[in-house]
DNA sequence: AGTGTATCCTGCAGGC
DNA sequence: TGCCTGCAGGATACAC
């Protein structure tokens, strides 16, 4: 899916255009991509005022004047397509849920694989329902030593455990695979061995490889899309995701890839060394 | 408690 | 050309 710096990507480009305007009805065209009942979800949502848009992890969190808020997790293949223009006409081929707004506008959450969901938080709920995810990668409480922290409490292979959102909130494989590859820590590492150094490297390269992303506004792989109907640009920045047999831009050396927990990882066997 | 696996769904690339 | 298999950026429910 996307990751972080596609939510964020998304988040900005719809809070330039969403603050101010209010919702006049909601159409659910598949119910399963809505928490809870759908004709429940459709009714709570018409006559509120976007305040804002960010990001929590992954989601996208539409922040409405009342406090309560619409999160939109995209699971693989969502997007949310907004204002007018071919583009994200001519990209709404799966559409799930459309927002009609007061002004006549229209926001599509599109989603050809429907792994994605929207969930409508009343105000009093959102703590509980943050407090879920770990900790902001980006923010500047997340530091080295708290990541050295949170490393040394796992035994679980260091990817796995950059791919837990109740641990580091915003973090997929693309970014877990580039920032291992960019600290020179092989993926399968027991995250409990990694030793202090290692662990310095690690927290520098995830904040690297986020911003970086952002910067390019996101990585488009297959399906990814910003609100405008963009693709992101981080593709082809990517050192080792994706790119098995290819030689490492380090040493040279061809990329391996490994599967374990159920997806791929890619890195070098020798800027990477295994674990004993 | 912590960790690993199966599952939801569709589209696409590659092999035959 | 067409059919089949495997794979895909995620989260969660469950088993151990």
């Known amino acids: 899916m996307p990751e972080l710096p596609e939510a964020e990507t998304i988040a900005r480009g719809l809070d330039a255009v969403l603050p101010g305007r209010v919702i006049a009805s909601v159409t659910v065209l598949r119910d399963d991509v809505v928490k809870g009942p759908p004709g429940a979800f459709a009714a709570a949502l018409p006559g509120r005022q976007f305040r804002d848009v960010g990001r929590r992890g992954k989601n996208v969190v539409f922040t409405f004047d009342d406090e309560s808020r619409l999160v939109i997790n995209l699971g693989m293949t969502g997007r949310i397509l907004s204002g007018p223009g071919p583009d994200p006409a001519r990209l709404t081929t799966h559409p799930a849920v459309h927002f009609h707004l007061a002004d006549g506008g229209c926001m599509t959450y599109d989603d050809i694989r429907r792994f994605g969901l929207l969930t409508f938080i009343p105000g009093a709920a959102w703590r509980d329902w943050s407090r879920r995810l770990g900790p902001e990668p980006l923010a500047r409480s997340f530091t080295a030593r708290l990541l050295r922290r949170t490393l040394s409490r796992c035994r679980a292979p260091v990817r796995s455990l950059l791919l837990d959102q109740r641990k580091i909130a915003g973090v997929g494989n693309i970014y877990a695979v580039e ?17 202090q150094e290692a662990a310095a490297r690690l927290h520098r390269s995830v904040r690297k490889v ?17 609100a405008e109907g963009d693709v992101g640009r981080f593709g082809r920045a990517l050192h080792a995701y994706g790119r098995a047999d290819e030689p490492c831009v380090r040493c040279r050396t061809p990329i391996e890839r490994i599967v374990f927990g159920g997806r791929s990882a890619f890195f070098c066997p020798r800027c990477q060394a295994a674990p004993p």
């Open 179 to 195: 920032a291992l590859w960019f600290a020179r820590i092989h993926p399968a590492t027991p995250a409990n061995e990694i030793g």
């Open 210 to 226: 986020l911003r970086r992303a952002i910067r390019a506004g996101g990585t488009t792989l297959r399906n990814y899309r910003n």
